[in-house]
């Protein structure tokens, strides 16, 4: 069992910085560069990192082995549709808009996890996604009204596909635990970059561009980050158990605002402050409900 959970904490703080401000990167490059392409650039680099580390620390052979290459695959493509999604949406939509509506994520995982994983989710745990769809709801409804003449389709559209964006990555979430109990993380890591990677290059057909010498750098350092912000997640729960450090991922939403204010522009309004508190508390009352019964199961109650 990890035993040093104060490393694995700064570690997962460390993680969710770094892709917090890799996506603040994508962002500052999404008037230049079309979102399939950013996709490319976050996925090669971070790949070339991946390797680098797998092969310092000797296991690049294990992570080149795998006899899942079809559940690689299904993973790839629901991760790199969720990647891409979330791209495309950090163009139109403000930063802290589309890091709070990540977060339907976990909401959508704990269904889709009864739904292909068999796990047995009772009346609470529905109730607290009730719940925190509803938050998702409060952060959606100035896109949603239907009568005034400021309603802007493409907003409302980039707000739903950020949830799609969400359940593909929760989708992708389910790949992943029926990969983790035959593969090692290091081939769990390194197929998803390289699939996403190939992936990616389906969307030259619609227009890649020269980046400006700005937004190339940006891109590059973005996926460099990237792949050791995967690092740091991989890690981290060799030193804490995943309830442990599950909680640190909404530190992103600090940063979030004031990326957004300080880079970007952008002020939060009361109402998505509101839904993104609801959303919060739900996703963190899912995480005490799963921590309680592990403990009620290993004390046989």
Not at 21 to 43: C, H, Q, Y
Not at 159 to 185: C, G, H, N, P, Y
Not at 191 to 200: D, I, N, P, Q
Not at 283 to 289: K, Q
Request: glycine share 8%; proline share 4%; net charge positive.
């Amino acid at each position: 069992m990890p035993a040093a959970p104060m490393t694995g904490i700064l570690l997962k703080i460390m993680a969710v910085t770094i892709f917090t401000v890799m996506m603040a990167l994508i962002k500052a490059t999404s008037a230049d560069v079309p979102f399939g392409e950013a996709v490319f650039f976050r996925s090669a680099m971070a790949m070339v990192v991946l390797v680098v580390w797998l092969k310092w620390q000797g296991d690049l052979g294990a992570a080149l082995r795998t006899d899942r290459v079809i559940g690689h695959m299904a993973r790839g493509l629901a991760g790199s549709s969720a990647m891409g999604l979330r791209f495309f949406c950090l163009g139109i939509l403000t930063f802290p808009e589309v890091t709070v509506l990540a977060f339907a994520s976990p909401l959508i995982l704990v269904i889709f996890a009864a739904m292909f994983l068999g796990e047995k989710v009772r009346a609470f745990r529905y109730s607290v996604v009730i719940f925190g769809f509803v938050g998702v709801i409060i952060i959606l409804s100035p896109r949603l009204q239907s009568v005034g003449a400021d309603l802007d389709f493409i907003q409302t559209l980039a707000a739903i596909l950020m949830i799609a964006s969400a359940a593909l990555a929760a989708l992708a979430q389910v790949f992943v635990r029926k990969l983790i109990a035959t593969e090692s993380v290091g081939a769990i890591v390194f197929y998803f970059s390289l699939s996403t990677t190939l992936l990616s290059l389906t969307t030259l057909p619609f227009g890649w561009t020269i980046p400006p010498w700005d937004a190339f750098w940006m891109l590059i350092l973005a996926g460099v980050i990237g792949g050791i912000g995967q690092i740091c997640l991989t890690a981290c729960y060799r030193y804490a158990e995943a309830s442990v450090v599950a909680p640190f991922d909404y530190t992103s939403i600090l940063l979030a605002l004031a990326i957004g204010y300080f880079f970007f522009d952008e002020l939060p309004t009361g109402i998505m402050l509101l839904g993104a508190g609801i959303v919060v508390a739900s996703g963190i009352l899912i995480i005490w409900r799963e921590q309680s019964l592990k403990k009620k199961a290993l004390l046989g109650q």
